[in-house]
């Protein structure tokens, strides 16, 4: 069983950035794509990021391009999500989970490894 501890996590204004970790507690992450998912309250988890296990590939929703970047670093076991021009409208629990599957990266269903999450509240 693979533990994902995410951290990085915070209150800030509008317009401002936020660095989130992951960090797994076991070294086969590397062979994993790793993505970063959200939850708001009252919606449905969505996906935000993705990455793929060599880092060649990332993989964004349309709302977080060209503010968000996700990034990994193999050798520490660790995927990382730079957040900068920060909305009201990403406040949301942020997970990491790890795509055991292999499957598609925008959907949760083939990711079996969830962090416990870290709340993002960007203030207007």
């Known amino acids: 069983q693979v533990r994902l501890v995410e951290s990085g996590g915070g209150l800030v204004q509008a317009g401002g950035s936020l660095w989130l970790s992951c960090e797994a507690s076991?070294?086969?992450?590397?062979?994993?794509?790793m993505g970063w998912f959200r939850q708001a309250p009252g919606k449905e988890r969505e996906f935000v990021a993705a990455?793929?296990?060599?880092?060649?590939?990332?993989y964004y929703t349309d709302s977080v391009k060209c503010r968000f970047t996700i990034s990994r670093d193999n050798a520490e076991d660790t995927v990382y999500l730079q957040m900068n021009s920060l909305k009201p409208e990403d406040t949301a629990v942020y997970y990491c989970?790890?795509?055991?599957?292999?499957?598609?990266?925008?959907?949760?269903?083939?990711?079996?490894?969830w962090g416990q999450g870290t709340q993002v509240t960007v203030s207007s």
């Open positions: 990455i793929s296990p060599t880092g060649r590939g990332t």
């Open positions: 076991d070294r086969s992450l590397s062979t994993y794509g």
């Open positions: 989970a790890a795509n055991t599957d292999r499957g598609n990266y925008y959907s949760s269903g083939p990711y079996h490894y």
